[in-house]
C-alpha cells in the first residue's frame, strides 16, 4: 500500500524547535519530489517546502525560510523537516507530499499525502 | 509569486446540481494547474493535474478546463460525498501556492 505517515509533532514554546519526519512505503521514494504543505486551524492550505529526489533542489516559503530546513534520507524512505524559531503563527497541522505525477511528464502535482501532524506554537 | 484566486468562496449547492469553480492566476501558468479536495479532518485528494487530466480512480462527474491564467473545475452532478473544500495550485514555478479555497455546501 501507498503510505506517507508523518511523526514528531507536538506542543513546543515560541522560539523553541521540532524536527518532523515522513516515513515513506509503497513506492520508490528515492525517485520522487517531495513537499511539505501546512494548513492552520480553520485556514487553507499553505505550500511550505519542496526537495527534489537526490536534494539537488530545495525552495522554502518565504515565511518560513532561513527557519526551516527539509532533508531526506532516500536509504530510510525518509522525509524531514527541522523547524527552528518557531512562532505561534507556524502552528498547523503539516502535512507531507509526494509528486510522482511529474515523473511520467512535464506536469506536477501532489498526488500521495500523508494523514499529517500537529504543531502547536504557545508558551 | 503567482497568486491564486478561487471564485466563489462559498456555494451552496444541492445533490444532482452542476457546479463550476473558477481560479484564475496573477500571471499565465500554462496547464500546470491542480484541483484537490479535502474533506474534514482529512488530507486533500487530488482531483486533476495539468488543469484536465482526470487521477486516477476520480469519478468522471469531476472535469477540470483552462490554461493560461482561467480554470474551471466542474462538477457535473454533485453526489453527498461531494460536499467539501476544494483547492487550485498552481505548479508552474515556486513558490508552489494554492488558492483560498471554495467550501461547497448542502443546500
Redesign the interface.
Known sequence: EVQLVESGGGLVKPGGSLRLSCAASGFTFSSYSM?W?RQAPGK????VS?ISSSSSYI?Y??SVKGRFTISRDNAKNSLYLQMNSLRAEDTAVY?C?SDT??AA?P?????I????TMVTVSS | DIQLTQSPSFLSASVGDRVTITCRASQGIS??L?W?Q?KPGK????LI??AS?L?SGVPSRFSGSGSGTEFTLTISSLQPEDFATY?C?Q?NS????????TRLEIK
Open positions: 513537499n504543505v487553507g492550505l499553505e505550500w519542496s525552495y516559503a518565504d502535512y507530499a505525477i511529474a511528464g506536469w506536477g502535482a501532489f498526488d499525502w500523508g494523514q499529517g | 496547464s500546470y491542480a484537490y479535502q488530507a486533500p485528494k487530488l493535474y495539468a487530466t487521477q483547492y495550485q505548479l515556486y513558490p508552489r501556492n494554492f488558492g483560498q479555497g
